[in-house]
């Protein structure tokens, strides 16, 4: 088990109007039993750092990562440096090729698809075992939760943010497959640091709350085939805004 309640989100938690400019804002702590990091905490440290860099451009796409230079760069060895790049890696920020050494991913159209195909294909699974064991205070806690996301109505991004990732760890926390839901929290957190720049559509908006609800009712009802397949096209519609921004921020530009 992950634990049993992961976050106890009262409604004053967050001021409003939350000015997020860092990547870290929107980096929530991992459920119980999933190593979101699994590295030395110097590892981990420059791990943040080098990601920050990455997301938010200081890092050029196809740059070349030099373990040397970023050493030197951060007051630091080399092997905390390797050990940051792997776990990049492994999130899909840094390509690493032999004999060529190690580059920025482009965080591009591309990058965003796999990402969110990954969670369509995995997040179906994890809600049909949840349906199928949830309790009712697994239920409660669920709409507690949107309770808190329609209170807070996308005012604060960030606050939003919070309380929509541990809406979904409720569902996936308890899993017994801890590779799949480590899976799922990985590639959901990358989602998260490509996202937080981009509004919100009334659409999207409306849908996010709709979809949760119709969730609830049908956890409440036992349906796990079709709560399977609304989170489906939950997790696609989400992958899906973030397209149509990065279509629209790349078409500006070339404008």
């Known amino acids: ?52 860099d990455i997301i938010e451009g200081r890092l050029a796409a196809n740059e070349r990562l030099v373990v040397t230079d970023l050493a030197r760069r951060h007051g630091t060895s080399t092997n905390p440096v390797r050990e940051a790049l792997q776990l990049l890696r492994g999130e899909g920020f840094v390509t690493l090729i032999a004999n060529r050494g190690a580059r920025v991913r482009p965080i591009d159209q591309d990058f965003v698809r796999d990402i ?26 669920l709409e507690r939760l949107e309770d808190l996301i329609e209170e807070n109505n996308f005012a604060d991004t960030l606050r939003h943010s919070e309380l929509d990732t541990a809406f979904h760890t409720v569902m996936y926390q308890k899993h017994y497959n801890r590779h799949a839901a480590e899976l799922w929290w990985k590639h959901r957190e990358v989602l998260r640091a490509v996202s937080r720049r981009f509004d919100f559509t009334l659409a999207r908006r409306a849908a996010i709350l709709r979809e949760h609800r119709e969730l609830i009712a049908l956890v409440k009802a036992g349906n796990a085939n079709e709560a399977a397949q609304l989170i489906a096209r939950h997790v696609e519609g989400s992958g899906r805004h973030i397209l149509e921004h990065m279509r629209a921020r790349n078409a500006a530009r070339a404008g």
């Open 1 to 52: 088990m992950f634990g049993e309640k992961l976050y106890d989100i009262p409604a004053n938690v967050y001021g409003l109007g939350t000015d997020l400019t860092e990547t870290s804002d929107f980096k929530a702590p991992a459920p119980e039993g999933i190593d979101a990091i699994g590295a030395s905490s110097e590892g981990a440290s420059l791990y943040q750092q080098i990601r920050e």
């Open 116 to 141: 969110y195909e990954i969670g369509v294909l995995i997040e179906p699974a994890l809600t049909q075992w949840f349906v199928n064991m949830a309790t009712a205070e697994d239920i409660a806690e």
